[in-house]
């Protein structure tokens, strides 16, 4: 089992939609979890962390996280163009050891 | 978050030969980290650099094929060695947290590797 997976898309959502991300982990000890958005050659970029229960809101992103279920998901309100990338999703399971998922391509359609 | 200078942004290598890709930060940091993202893939871990002692490796990783440098708190090497096609990947370095984002981890803009 791997210690991160998402779904591997491709994710197509219409303009103006939410688009949801989703991301399972193995470790129950996990205490931090990052969303990344990397544009294709590019490098990746931190959008989202979240450490506690709940939703963490930021401008049109929200991340989820249920530990007891050992999942996080990632929603982008009103979605652009502009947010079609591929997003990461990263663990953080002890010390500065980070895991990584696959990744979620996303495609806005305008 | 910090600013890192990733070089090489590109290259192409003949097999057998060794490429050091260089990473410049504009802060001093503790940890610097060396990823591995092969096409399509995600990110792996291969070593943590920290400033005065030996790079720490991940399984399937080893300081022969890929010796680091960290020589002060703002700057590291990775060298690939002996370079097959299978080293054909974008290598990325990345910075901890800092003391203007204690909780984000920042990526440089990638030296993308190909070997024929």
């Known amino acids: 089992q791997k210690e991160v997976e998402q779904n591997s898309g491709p994710l197509s959502v219409p303009e103006g939609a939410i688009a949801s991300l989703n991301c399972t982990y193995s470790?129950?000890?996990?205490?931090?979890f990052f969303w990344y958005r990397q544009y294709s050659g590019k490098s990746p970029e931190l959008i989202m962390s979240i450490y506690s229960n709940g939703d963490k809101e930021d401008g049109r992103f929200t991340a989820q996280l249920n530990k007891a279920s050992q999942y996080v998901s990632l929603l982008i309100r009103d979605s652009q163009p502009s947010d079609s990338a591929t997003y990461l999703c990263a663990v953080n399971v002890r010390g500065n050891q980070f895991y990584f998922g696959t990744g979620t391509s996303l495609t806005v359609i305008p | 978050s910090a600013v890192i200078s990733q070089k090489p942004s590109r290259d192409i290598c003949q097999r057998g030969t060794s490429l050091t890709i260089q990473c410049q930060v504009d802060s001093q940091v503790t940890m610097m980290f060396w990823y591995r993202q092969q096409p399509g893939q995600s990110l792996t871990l291969i070593a943590t650099a920290n400033q005065g002692s030996e790079a720490t490796y991940e399984s399937g990783f080893v300081i022969d094929k890929f010796p680091i440098s960290r020589p002060n708190l703002t700057f590291s090497t990775l060298t690939v060695s002996n370079m097959s096609p299978e080293d054909s990947s974008i290598y990325l370095c990345s910075v901890g947290p800092t003391g203007r984002d204690p909780y984000g981890y920042t990526f440089g803009s990638g030296t993308r590797l190909t070997v024929v």
């Open positions: 470790d129950r000890g996990s205490q931090s």
